[in-house]
């Protein structure tokens, strides 16, 4: 296999990292091992370049709508929109949405009770919707001009209320955020970048993704086109039935979202040595995240040219038949989440715990926490999982020693607290809310959680900086809100290490159960096969990694699709059966995860 990466030195100034810029192009040759740039083949043309944009545009009546996401970078986009205008000759009429935003003040205030306290990291869900950022007497004036072509364009121009055509344009997670990094990003409601990367994400989280993700799933249904930013100066597009028609037979049958990686302060070499297409110049890799559907997106081929769409298109199209029986339950959220976290030749997590589900409703808005495991993929003879307290765990002495750590820079004999317990190959732990816990050195972890992902309180982080050599935030008080004590002791053995049971089996192939916590929502299971299996999905969505073997070929629907090593897919539950073919040498183990039936 082979990719183009010709896009790789672009764009420097516009994105603040050390990882690749998604290629616009791929060979779609069979891979011989784990594949960053995992793709689905589109249901029809996808295009590049800004001169076939316009072409296309120039079909559709005077008035096009340009609405998007947060972090594209409009002026430029439009910019090069006018270039084609004039090579051609033809003139026509750009109106800017930002212009009908409300004042800072009302931005402030429309915002205060979400982000508006001062925790550097955690907010509230805004509940509002994008109309908010706007004032209405602004918004009716933006009116087109007569005897012309008339472009609005900005997150929001489809509430202009302009009758045309409609084009959006999607930008990955994972690229605001490179360009937040960078200074090049404004929020919802700014008209210049804060300079400020964790704020800007702050409100990304809390405020701006979710009301453009209403937004968004409001105007889908009617978009005729759709554009694929993240490479500025190439930018590739398609139709939208096109988007539409691709994304209906990727809910039927099985696709990979595409991962993404960062470093870390505790990161390790594990993926960087065993995913060969990541840059090597990285100083660690800390996280793969395979699946966080809010932030992965999933790319769509056709004839080697790439379009990438956020996952969560998928769910706002047609989240019954991803999600099945718990669509009822989680709406357009992805609930299950797997990414590795990579401490191979690299150091310990931090000593954290994660927020009790009443805790999350109250401060954060969100309606589900964030309940987690660990599967051990890989591990080095000696690596260790910190989990639980020590049976005479004394909950004010711990405090008392954590604040003075923190206040003082001065190191805790945690093991005194928390107890270890050695990690090996296909090891699970189970981490419901409000437990102490912590990912040693030299581990490969497959975190198959709940999908919230970034509300772990920190108590303990080895007096370390971050990368940037700045101090790492701790949350020690908000910790102590919603930590159990009484898993301690033996408890901890007994019920937070799970001990897989067969469940089913056949002549070659068995299925075992690896009992999760009563308070997670999903199950976790282990599909061990020599040569093939057939399963079913039985309403549910899958999330599957393959654990142990080279590659196995996976059947849904009559398509056949290729998985190797540490690659992880998703089964809508709309597929119903699939087949699962061990292709490599030895057993093949699939980890496979989904909502329990009475949580749906």
């Known amino acids: 296999m082979s990719t183009s990466f010709s896009s790789q030195t672009q764009s420097s100034q516009l994105r603040a990292t050390d990882q690749f ?207 694929d930013e993240q490479r500025p100066d190439e930018i590739t597009w398609c139709e939208g039935s096109t988007l539409r028609n691709t994304l209906a037979t990727m809910s039927k049958n099985m696709f990979r979202a595409r991962p993404w990686f960062e470093p870390g302060v505790w990161g390790g070499h594990w993926i960087r040595e065993n995913i060969a297409e990541l840059n090597p110049n990285v100083v660690n890799y800390a996280w793969s995240f395979e699946l966080i559907a809010p932030e992965n997106g999933v790319l769509l081929e056709h004839e080697g040219l790439l379009l990438e769409v956020s996952l969560d298109t998928m769910l706002m199209l047609d989240n019954k038949a991803v999600l099945g029986k718990a669509a009822q339950r989680f709406g357009t959220s992805f609930p299950i989440r797997f990414d590795f976290l990579d401490t191979f030749n690299g150091g310990n997590l931090s000593i954290q715990c994660h927020p009790s589900v009443p805790y999350t409703q109250q401060h954060f808005g969100e309606p589900f926490t964030q309940d987690e495991t660990y599967y051990i993929l890989d591990s080095k003879p000696g690596a260790e999982v910190y989990l639980g307290f020590q049976e005479n765990i004394d909950a004010q002495e711990f405090r008392n020693v954590l604040e003075e750590s923190a206040l003082h820079n001065t190191p805790v004999d945690i093991e005194k607290y928390v107890q270890v317990f050695p990690s090996h190959k296909h090891d699970l732990f189970l981490i419901p809310n409000g437990t102490v816990h912590s990912s040693g050195k030299n581990n490969l972890v497959l975190e198959i959680s709940a999908t919230p992902y970034i509300f772990t309180f920190k108590m303990y ?32 053995q007994d019920t937070l290490i799970s001990v897989p049971v067969v469940i089913e089996q056949g002549a070659d192939w068995r299925l075992l159960n690896l009992p999760t916590h009563p308070e997670h929502f999903y199950r976790i299971e282990r599909v061990e096969l020599n040569s093939r299996v057939t399963l079913d999905t039985r309403g549910h969505c899958h999330i599957l990694s393959l654990v142990e073997g080279g590659r196995i070929r996976v059947i849904t629907n009559g398509l056949e699709q290729t998985v190797h090593y540490a690659e992880t897919f998703i089964i809508p539950a709309a597929a119903g059966q699939y087949t699962l073919i061990n292709e490599g040498e030895g057993e093949a183990k699939v980890v496979r995860s989904f909502v329990k039936d009475d949580c749906c």
């Open 461 to 492: 982080d080895w007096l370390r900086t971050d990368l940037n050599g700045k101090p790492r935030t701790l949350n020690i008080a908000r910790a102590f809100d919603n930590l159990k004590f009484s898993r301690k002791g033996a408890v901890v």
């Open 21 to 227: 810029l998604a290629p616009k192009t791929k060979d779609t040759l069979q891979h011989t091992g784990y594949d960053i740039y995992p793709c689905f083949s589109a249901q029809g043309p996808v295009f590049s370049g800004f001169d076939t944009l316009l072409s296309r545009i120039l079909q559709y009546q005077s008035y096009i709508i340009i609405d998007g996401y947060a972090g594209v970078q409009w002026e430029a986009f439009i910019s090069q929109l006018k270039i084609q205008l004039a090579q051609q000759n033809i003139s026509a009429s750009f109106v800017d949405v930002n212009t009908a935003l409300l004042p800072h003040s009302g931005r402030d205030a429309l915002l205060a009770d979400s982000i508006g306290n001062s925790d550097p990291l955690f907010g509230k869900i805004f509940t509002g919707s994008l109309s908010d950022f706007f004032s209405p007497e602004k918004l009716e004036a933006l009116q087109p001009a007569k005897g012309t072509l008339n472009i609005i364009y900005g997150c929001g121009a489809a509430l202009s209320g302009w009758e045309g055509a409609l084009l959006y344009i999607d930008l990955p997670k994972n690229e605001i955020q490179f360009r937040s990094r960078a200074g090049k990003v404004c929020n919802l409601g700014h008209t210049t970048p804060s300079g400020n990367a964790r704020l800007q994400y702050k409100q990304f989280y809390f405020a701006d993704w979710p009301v453009l993700n209403r937004h968004k799933k409001d105007i889908l249904p009617r978009v005729n086109l759709i554009i």
